[in-house]
């Protein structure tokens, strides 16, 4: 069984900053590329920053210069740090990860549950 755990989310004014976690666990055989998305009321679920299993990072471009991306292998942990976070911003971010289980045969996507980051002006 394998579970990936967001958290960290809150409420913060404009241009303050938050720092999400995600936690993968379970019978985990190895993690491929982890990536943070979000989706806010009425719009459609996109992808804010993605990490390979090197460190390869990619963001989309409302948040390049104010995310960042990491990832600790060793811990089955990703993270984003938010900086300069804007109204626009407010959303449920979800962590997703693209993982073999048990074996390096089943690789399977997986999505946790969500966490809600609200920005006021």
């Known amino acids: 069984q394998v579970q990936l755990v967001e958290s960290g989310g809150g409420l913060v004014q404009a241009g303050g900053s938050l720092r999400l976690s995600c936690a993968a666990s379970?019978?985990?055989?190895?993690?491929?590329?982890m990536g943070w998305y979000r989706q806010a009321p009425g719009k459609q679920r996109e992808l804010v920053a993605s990490?390979?299993?090197?460190?390869?990072?990619n963001y989309a471009n409302s948040v390049k210069g104010r995310f960042t991306i990491s990832r600790e292998n060793a811990k089955n942990m990703m993270y984003l740090e938010m900086n300069s976070l804007k109204p626009e911003d407010t959303a449920v971010y979800y962590c997703?990860?693209?993982?073999?289980?048990?074996?390096?045969?089943?690789?399977?996507?997986?999505w946790g549950q969500g966490t809600q980051v609200t920005v006021s002006s």
């Open positions: 997703s990860a693209t993982m073999y289980v048990r074996n390096r045969y089943d690789l399977r996507d997986y």
């Open positions: 379970g019978s985990i055989f190895s993690v491929n590329t």
């Open positions: 990490i390979t299993s090197g460190g390869s990072t």
